[in-house]
């Protein structure tokens, strides 16, 4: 890329974070996702730390500041009101200060935190060791609250939690969600976004009902360990809890903190026990699994090949995921589609159901790169640098095509530019 036009891409990726920050945290994007998200913020951390630690700290600590006394960790915070954005506050009527959501989302705080930390300009340890004690905590909620029985494997409890929000994966578990008790709401996303972009009402109509059900018992994670009837281990959300404890533990352990680095270590291992059950040997990876009723992802995903961004992937196993990328690169402009391209489900433009995004490409490229497979990791690399510089900013792309869907100059595109997909080799962190 021309030098010129790379400089002004930088300072354009600067602007859009200095510019969705609403004071000591930032927004996905105007409008369409007005309050602070779980992971959008973390993974904005990355983009705020090429030119800016301190607010990158603040990024994250402003966000584990409305961790709940249980220790989830919220997927919203509601910090100021806004009427543009739906459900808000009193439709997850969670009653809690600063207002949340009742769920929560993929916990990338953790690795992020390593990241920042390990950044030649941070100052001591002191941040990062007041950070660690909450991590561990939200780490354990996932452990005692979704994984009741010790199996090593997490349930989600809402597609949004997933942060893939209509994924084909959930069609079948949503399907036996009761929608009866939902009446009129009206949506805010398809005033921002077209429709053909966004999920369909059936799926808003369940993404509500699950809502409403959690909001019924009170958000107890008993209760709802018990009887939600969306209770599924996602591959992506399983990954990314696995490589988030061993960077929690390895973090603690930098810090002086050695109980909390043994605790992580230790839900670390039960998780990649639990990984292996995901395995689906006719579809040669990791798929989702409904833990309600035995079923299984039809086809792979996206989220299929976090399992690299978690840890090792075993030898047999990596070779075929890999070959299988292959085969859906050559149905592709651009990687990686966040569901299988040949799959009649496919749909190129609407949200998680085909599109490309810039962060998932990240988590792909960073976990095959850590087992060896840097040719593929650098093309993914290089196809988001492509899009990006081409396109836009955007929430995510058509593998197609190219284009920009969702909103525009959207935060974690833009930190995915400026920490990622444009650095030299040598200068990316570990
Ligand atoms: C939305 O509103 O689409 C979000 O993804 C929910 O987190």
């Given at each position: 890329?021309?030098?010129?036009?790379?400089?002004?891409?930088?300072?354009?990726?600067?602007?859009?974070?200095?510019?969705?920050?609403?004071?000591?945290?930032?927004?996905?994007?105007?409008?369409?996702?007005?309050f602070?998200?779980?992971?959008?913020?973390?993974?904005?951390?990355?983009?705020?730390?090429?030119?800016?630690?301190?607010?990158?700290?603040?990024?994250?600590?402003?966000?584990?500041s409305?961790?709940?006394?249980?220790?989830?960790?919220?997927?919203?915070?509601?910090?100021?009101?806004?009427?543009?954005?739906?459900?808000?506050?009193?439709?997850?009527?969670t009653?809690?200060?600063?207002?949340?959501?009742?769920?929560?989302?993929?916990?990338v705080?953790?690795t992020?935190?390593?990241?920042?930390?390990?950044?030649?300009?941070?100052?001591?340890?002191?941040r990062?060791?007041?950070?660690?004690?909450?991590?561990?905590?939200?780490?354990?909620?996932?452990?005692?609250?979704?994984?009741?029985?010790?199996?090593g494997?997490?349930?989600?409890?809402?597609?949004?939690?997933?942060?893939?929000?209509?994924?084909?994966?959930?069609?079948?578990?949503?399907?036996?969600?009761?929608?009866?008790?939902?009446?009129d709401?009206?949506?805010?996303?398809t005033q921002?976004?077209?429709?053909?972009?966004?999920?369909?009402?059936?799926?808003?109509?369940?993404?509500?009902?699950?809502?409403?059900?959690?909001?019924?018992?009170?958000?107890?994670?008993?209760?709802?360990?018990?009887?939600?009837?969306?209770?599924?281990?996602?591959?992506?959300?399983?990954?990314?809890?696995?490589?988030?404890?061993?960077d929690?533990?390895?973090?603690?352990d930098?810090?002086?903190?050695p109980?909390?680095?043994?605790?992580?270590?230790?839900?670390?291992?039960?998780?990649?026990h639990?990984?292996?059950a995901?395995?689906?040997?006719?579809?040669?990876?990791?798929?989702s699994?409904?833990?309600?009723?035995?079923?299984?992802?039809?086809?792979?995903?996206?989220?299929?090949?976090?399992?690299?961004?978690?840890?090792?992937?075993?030898?047999?196993?990596?070779?075929?995921?890999?070959?299988?990328?292959?085969?859906?690169?050559?149905?592709?402009?651009?990687?990686?589609?966040?569901?299988?391209?040949?799959?009649?489900?496919?749909?190129?433009?609407?949200?998680?159901?085909g599109?490309?995004?810039?962060?998932?490409?990240?988590?792909?490229?960073?976990?095959?790169m850590?087992?060896?497979?840097?040719?593929?990791?650098?093309?993914?690399?290089?196809?988001?640098?492509?899009?990006?510089?081409?396109?836009?900013?955007?929430?995510?792309?058509?593998?197609?095509?190219?284009?920009?869907?969702?909103?525009?100059?959207?935060?974690?595109?833009a930190?995915?530019?400026?920490?990622?997909?444009?650095?030299?080799?040598?200068?990316?962190?570990?």
């Amino acid at each position: 890329m021309d030098a010129n036009k790379k400089t002004a891409l930088d300072e354009r990726a600067r602007q859009i974070l200095t510019g969705n920050d609403r004071g000591g945290y930032t927004v996905p994007t105007k409008n369409l996702y007005p309050f602070q998200w779980n992971w959008d913020s973390a993974l904005v951390a990355l983009g705020f730390s090429t030119f800016d630690l301190d607010r990158a700290w603040t990024e994250i600590e402003t966000l584990m500041s409305a961790q709940w006394d249980t220790g989830k960790l919220p997927h919203i915070i509601f910090w100021k009101d806004d009427e543009g954005y739906f459900p808000g506050p009193d439709q997850w009527g969670t009653d809690r200060t600063p207002r949340t959501s009742g769920i929560t989302q993929p916990p990338v705080v953790a690795t992020i935190v390593r990241r920042l930390f390990t950044h030649p300009g941070n100052a001591g340890p002191d941040r990062a060791a007041a950070l660690v004690e909450k991590l561990d905590r939200w780490h354990q909620w996932f452990a005692d609250a979704r994984d009741p029985d010790g199996t090593g494997l997490v349930a989600i409890i809402h597609p949004w939690e997933s942060g893939r929000d209509n994924l084909p994966d959930w069609d079948a578990p949503l399907s036996y969600v009761d929608t009866s008790g939902v009446g009129d709401y009206q949506r805010r996303d398809t005033q921002h976004v077209d429709a053909d972009q966004r999920p369909q009402k059936a799926d808003y109509d369940r993404y509500m009902a699950l809502v409403g059900f959690g909001r019924a018992v009170g958000w107890d994670d008993a209760k709802i360990a018990a009887d939600c009837p969306f209770w599924v281990a996602d591959v992506g959300m399983n990954a990314i809890l696995r490589r988030a404890e061993h960077d929690l533990s390895w973090l603690a352990d930098a810090v002086g903190l050695p109980d909390i680095a043994r605790r992580a270590q230790e839900r670390a291992e039960r998780l990649e026990h639990g990984f292996e059950a995901l395995w689906d040997e006719d579809l040669k990876g990791y798929v989702s699994r409904d833990l309600r009723r035995e079923g299984r992802a039809k086809d792979l995903s996206a989220g299929s090949w976090l399992a690299f961004y978690a840890g090792q992937v075993h030898p047999a196993g990596a070779e075929r995921m890999v070959a299988l990328l292959g085969e859906w690169l050559q149905q592709v402009t651009y990687s990686v589609p966040s569901f299988d391209p040949g799959n009649p489900l496919f749909d190129s433009i609407r949200y998680w159901r085909g599109p490309v995004w810039a962060i998932v490409n990240w988590m792909i490229a960073d976990g095959l790169m850590r087992n060896g497979y840097a040719q593929h990791s650098e093309t993914i690399r290089s196809h988001t640098r492509t899009l990006i510089a081409e396109t836009g900013f955007y929430e995510y792309f058509c593998p197609l095509t190219g284009r920009g869907g969702g909103g525009d100059d959207f935060s974690w595109t833009a930190s995915m530019w400026l920490s990622w997909a444009t650095p030299l080799p040598e200068e990316l962190g570990s």
